[in-house]
């Protein structure tokens, strides 16, 4: 069994195993019906030692999520051309361009994705890990998203007939321009209840491993090996936190460091604005319990905060002086930061 194999049967078995229904108010046992009452004070607990610390584990404090989107592609194989490109294959674009229902369609689907991403820590190929303090929040936001995505399936498949329409009067003014009449083709076209079939988003919660997840007696390598695996997550995830504001820090000192009145100079408040929706996104999918990762979230958040009133963001639009210095700090804190991955 390969650590792919390991990992998969953890997880499986963690979703069956952990999966429990809760109850509203515990079940007491009755005083009754010959059970006598026990009145006798309980033992008071034992108190902790002064070097005791209580480290969750991810298990307790993220959630496994994978999202799949299924998509029509405005991509079609062109045989004729194929034939004579004799290199390759190649393709027509369907709905080109940005003003069609396929476009919008599909947007509505990267968005989806887009939020999945800005709001969750990778675990590894197509599943990623969610705070699980904000679960509730996070699930609201998705469930919009893919409601929205599955609004704009049913307009595109009301239009379809127009739209498709629309597409082949394109087509044809190419194909009559190009002297290529095969070039509009309406068997291209997928039929109204295919393309339905094509469009779709498929979500699946699941419990992060530990290695008491098994059922089954596995090696003292393979554990190891599993618990070296999750050790990585949770490196990984801290990194993710920390590129994630580095990133944005970098352009902005690429933008400030452009003189007042040179080109590329031109000051907007998305600048400032991105680097605050950043550190609140950072502070909600932190998983670490290291006050190095949140420190850095905390300091990039101090640092901003006298730049994302309307005073301060004038003072960058306008000042040379101000830019410099807000370049000076984030430079500084951004070279910090750098240390962490």
């Known amino acids: 069994m390969n650590m792919n194999d390991i990992l998969a049967n953890a997880i499986n078995n963690a979703v069956e195993d952990k999966v429990q229904p809760v109850l509203s108010t515990p079940i007491e046992p009755s005083t009754g019906q010959g ?7 309980p033992n008071p607990p034992e108190p902790p030692t002064a070097t005791e610390i ?13 999202v799949k989107r299924n998509m029509y592609s405005p991509y079609k194989l062109d045989q004729e051309e194929s034939k004579q490109y004799g290199a390759g294959n190649v393709n027509k674009h369907l709905f080109e361009g940005r003003n069609n229902l396929v476009k919008s369609t599909i947007s509505k689907f990267t968005e989806v994705y887009t939020y999945v991403k800005d709001n969750t820590v990778p675990w590894t190929t197509g599943v990623d890990m969610l705070n699980i303090n904000h679960y509730i929040e996070f699930t609201s936001g998705l469930r919009q998203r893919v409601d929205d995505a599955n609004r704009a399936v049913d307009t595109l498949c009301l239009s379809w007939e127009d739209e498709v329409k629309a597409d082949l009067e394109r087509l044809g003014e190419i194909a009559l321009a190009k002297g290529k009449p095969n070039l509009a083709n309406e068997h291209d076209y997928p039929d109204v209840d295919e393309l339905r079939s094509k469009f779709g988003i498929h979500i699946r919660f699941m419990p992060v491993p530990t290695t008491g997840d098994f059922r089954v007696e596995i090696s003292d390598d393979d554990k190891a090996s599993l618990q070296q695996q999750l050790d990585d997550a949770g490196v990984n ?23 007042i009145g040179n080109d590329g100079s031109v000051f907007r408040d998305t600048l400032v604005d991105n680097l605050v929706e950043v550190t609140e996104r950072m502070n909600k999918i932190n998983l670490s319990d ?21 005073q301060g963001k004038d003072l960058l639009r306008s000042s040379q002086t101000s830019r410099e210095k807000a370049v000076t700090d984030i430079d500084a804190l951004c070279k910090q930061m750098s240390g962490l991955v």
């Open 237 to 259: 995830a801290n990194k993710h936190v920390i590129k994630s504001m580095i990133e944005p820090m970098e352009r902005a000192i690429a933008k400030l460091s452009v003189p």
């Open 54 to 66: 209580s480290i969750k584990g991810l298990d307790e404090k993220a959630v496994l999520i994978s």
């Open 35 to 41: 059970v006598r009452h026990d009145t006798s004070p």
């Open 290 to 310: 290291d006050a190095t990762i949140q420190g850095s979230i905390d300091n990039l958040r101090d640092l901003i905060s006298s730049y994302s009133s309307e």
